[in-house]
């Protein structure tokens, strides 16, 4: 009995973490510098033009990490009620000074959940999957309910927000003060704008990117207005046609941006994407 008394029972092993959470760290830049409301970013596009952050919002979803034997592993969104749901997560990069006019709060960072491992990459989609991007913004949940980021719904959600005030170089003239960025969806079908349309539209443009070393804990993904408007004059807009680029097929403003955002424009494929790069 007394032998038994000083026998101790052995704790019981402790189970090693099935997941690990992770955390994907975004910046804005205009050619390197870091992009802020209330300064004016000079040299900019195919005529050395000038601008100001009115609006800079974008939606991404879909990320994987992926291993380092290129595996992909789906990385799960942690819903917080106002940047993310478990699908799709809303970047905001202005603060409502200056000229910018959204809202105060930044939020740069996604953040999820991963099996446990040893990531080197990372892969994910600019847009809001078609399955929750034809609704009616008043009624749904965030971060997809802002008018502000959004179309009627037949067409979706502006999967980029981007807006700016524009100048001329010394010398030149412009015939526009302002360019936007709004990728989407195009080509939805016929009906009303305010139904969803039976079938994936013809063009998703949900740009993909793909880094494939990407360390989650070091490096930062830069989205870089500069380099994306690299081909384009933003002072100049396409004839019988918005603002900038809204992502017709018939907008002309679009066709060096789709270009530089790695995306297919009336059928002939990108060179490469120059918008996002691993810092």
Known sequence: MAAMALTTLAAPALAAPKSQSVEIRFAAAVNGAPLTCGQRYTGIGSTGASLELQDFRIYVSNFR??????KEVPMALTPDGVWQDDKVALLDFENATG????????NTTIKGTAPKGDYSGVVFDIGVPFEINHQDPTLAPA???????????????KF??????????????????GF?????????????WVTPPKMACSNPNRPEYRFTAFNPKT????????????TTDITTNAPQSPSGCMSSEEDNDCVGLF????LTFRGKPSQGQAFITVK
Do not use: F, Q
């Open 219 to 230: 490096n930062t993904l830069v989205m870089d207005l500069g380099a994306v408007l690299a």
């Open 65 to 70: 990490l992926l291993t380092k034997d290129g």
């Open 160 to 177: 980029t927000t981007i807006d700016l005030e524009t100048a001329p170089a010394a010398g030149k003239t412009a015939s526009a003060s």
């Open 99 to 106: 000229n910018c006019n959204g809202n105060a709060p930044l």
């Open 180 to 192: 936007s960025i709004h990728l989407g969806s195009t080509a939805c079908g016929e009906g009303s």
């Open 259 to 262: 270009d530089r955002l790695g």
């Open 143 to 157: 971060p997809l309910n802002l008018s502000a980021t959004a179309w009627p719904w037949r067409v979706g959600y």
